[in-house]
């Protein structure tokens, strides 16, 4: 690569960095307002419809706990000098509220369209494939196959903090931000497609067509625990799994080249593990990727707003 391309990719790379907002003393980040916005508009949700969600009172404390959480984190973050503690606090604290609004997004996801909208995706594979793609796919559930496929899924959950930590400790804290920013923003994307277009899931609006169990070893076991001990019904469409995948790999890519080749077979696996595995319909996992490409092409016009409001508010660092 020229001189010349290597400025210009700099440059590009440049504009996806967020300035900081200070309010009270507390620097404000795009990945924050993020967050920070989409708390608020959860809670606005469960005060607005509050008759149509179970347990109100209790999701509004742990929506404000959480708040009081997180601004707290903004607030010592900065404050920290050992880099690994500012690494654990900053890429904790967002990727802890992500997975806690996953959880309050799932008991939201009937209040706008009142039933489950399984029949559609179904009428919908059939019509492309001729069958129900999770069904058919029993054909060649093998223990070795499922371990891995189970592998494959789980292991998303290392992969989310260790790209970060990897981002992090090679590039710095921008990119960090980026990464983060996106991930939060592909989040919140999925959070609001559960209330468009609520799917219960394969496994449990028809449990009765799977025949074939889903044998494996330790990532079997760990990925069935999550499915029925963590996993609510729906939270399906777009898959957040496929979705944060889809940006972790494009991250990779963008700032650790060697793990976005390394991490190729898994995050190809785990598309197909999503359906294969009866967590999702292969429709749901689809749009899913679709979803995080929209975002990561729409990021940098987001950042960029967001840099200019904060160049207006004149109190930027």
């Known amino acids: 690569m020229s001189r010349r391309s290597r400025d210009a990719a700099g440059d590009r790379i440049a504009g996806l960095y967020g300035e900081r907002l200070f309010v009270l003393g507390v620097g404000l980040q795009a990945a924050d307002a993020v967050i920070l916005g989409a708390l608020f508009f959860f809670a606005l949700l469960i005060l607005v419809f509050q008759g149509r969600i179970t347990a109100p009172g209790g999701l509004l404390l742990r929506l404000a706990g959480l708040s009081l959480f997180y601004i707290g984190s903004l607030y010592f ?12 606090v900053r890429t904790g604290a967002v990727q802890l509220l992500c997975a806690q609004l996953f959880l309050i997004a799932q008991r939201t996801q009937l209040i706008v369209v009142r039933s489950w909208q399984d029949p559609a995706v179904l009428k919908l594979e059939a019509a492309v494939f001729g069958v129900q793609p999770t069904v058919w796919l029993q054909k060649f559930i093998t223990p070795p196959l499922t371990e891995w496929m189970m592998f494959a899924y789980v292991i998303y959950l290392i992969i989310y903090p260790g790209l970060g930590a990897l981002i992090y400790f090679r590039k710095g804290e921008r990119p960090l931000e980026d990464y983060l920013f996106t991930l939060a923003l592909t989040n919140v994307v999925c959070f609001l497609g559960f209330m468009v ?24 076991v760990w990925g069935e625990y999550i499915r029925r001990n963590i996993h609510e019904i729906g939270g399906t469409i777009p898959s957040p799994h496929c979705a944060i995948a889809t940006v972790m790999w494009m991250m990779a ?8 080749y390394a991490l190729a077979p898994v995050i190809l696996s785990l598309y197909v593990s999503t359906f294969f595995l009866r967590y999702h319909y292969l429709t749901d996992s689809v749009v899913g990727v679709l979803t995080a490409i929209l975002v990561i092409l729409v990021s940098p016009a987001l950042v960029g707003a967001w840099n200019s409001a904060v160049r207006r508010k004149g109190t930027s660092a």
Do not use: Q
């Open 197 to 220: 277009f609520p799917v219960a899931g394969p496994f449990y609006h028809m449990p009765e067509a799977y025949t074939v169990p889903l044998k494996g070893g330790f990532f079997a």
């Open 253 to 260: 890519h963008r700032y650790v080249r060697p793990a976005f």
């Open 77 to 88: 973050h900065p404050r920290l000098k050992n880099r690994v503690l500012r690494f654990f």
